[in-house]
């Protein structure tokens, strides 16, 4: 019998002690922004998977790869994380592409809340619900000189878009085939 109760207060005190690294686990995520957005975003954030990479070209810069990640049912391809530059602000965040978009959106607004494990990306807004944080957002596309274009070549829409980085030429390919039916039909709150 005393063994058993031995064995009772040794399970009920590591269990004490395992509560006690959790409580203080999770002060530390709650203290510490980047913790935080890493241990509790993955509650409400979209996955996406890295479906290939591009290069982005800029006139007058070095080639840059961009990774590619596609969910399923979701309007865009997510591209990047890739460094932009306004005025005195340099922030990292990503193109939201689809066939006739290419989405930038200014984070510190809100949705700076990301992180990539191997071969995902895991993102708290990806612009696919209607209440978005990250704005404002604005389609390159829309601007003087952007343009997009199939290359039969290389089965690719090319994008060709002038950002402020400061202002410059962008150009990035990405694969016809990653364009699939689940996207082009996926609800798309950011059309006008």
Same mark, same amino acid.
């Given at each position: 019998?005393?063994?058993?109760?031995?064995?009772?207060?040794?399970?009920?005190?590591?269990?004490?002690?395992?509560?006690?690294?959790?409580?203080?686990?999770?002060?530390?995520?709650?203290?510490?922004?980047?913790?935080?957005?890493?241990?509790?975003?993955?509650? !409400?954030?979209?996955?996406?998977?890295?479906?290939?990479?591009?290069?982005?070209?800029?006139?007058?810069?070095?080639?840059?790869?961009?990774?590619?990640?596609?969910?399923? *049912?979701?309007?865009?391809?997510?591209?990047?994380?890739?460094?932009?530059?306004?005025?005195?602000?340099? !922030?990292?965040?990503?193109?939201?592409?689809?066939?006739?978009?290419?989405?930038?959106?200014?984070?510190?607004?809100?949705?700076?809340? !990301?992180?990539?494990?191997?071969?995902?990306?895991?993102?708290?807004?990806?612009?696919?619900?209607?209440?978005?944080?990250?704005?404002?957002? !604005?389609?390159?596309?829309?601007?003087?000189?952007?343009?997009?274009?199939?290359?039969?070549?290389?089965?690719?829409?090319?994008?060709?878009?002038?950002?402020?980085?400061?202002?410059?030429?962008?150009?990035?390919?990405?694969?016809?085939?990653?364009?699939?039916?689940?996207?082009?039909?996926?609800? *798309?709150?950011?059309?006008?």
């Amino acid at each position: 019998m005393k063994k058993i109760l031995n064995g009772i207060l040794q399970s009920f005190g590591l269990l004490a002690i395992a509560l006690c690294l959790l409580f203080f686990a999770c002060l530390t995520v709650l203290a510490i922004k980047p913790l935080r957005d890493v241990a509790l975003s993955p509650f !409400w954030c979209s996955v996406y998977r890295k479906a290939g990479e591009t290069v982005m070209t800029t006139e007058g810069g070095k080639p840059e790869t961009l990774a590619v990640y596609k969910a399923k *049912n979701k309007p865009f391809l997510i591209v990047g994380p890739c460094l932009f530059r306004e005025d005195q602000k340099i !922030w990292e965040d990503f193109f939201f592409v689809n066939r006739d978009q290419v989405i930038r959106t200014n984070v510190d607004q809100g949705g700076d809340i !990301w992180f990539r494990l191997p071969g995902l990306l895991v993102i708290d807004d990806d612009l696919t619900s209607s209440d978005c944080v990250r704005t404002p957002s !604005w389609d390159e596309l829309e601007h003087k000189g952007a343009s997009v274009r199939y290359d039969e070549a290389t089965e690719s829409y090319v994008y060709s878009l002038r950002i402020n980085r400061p202002e410059q030429s962008v150009s990035f390919a990405i694969p016809a085939r990653l364009f699939t039916q689940d996207l082009l039909n996926a609800p *798309n709150d950011t059309r006008h």
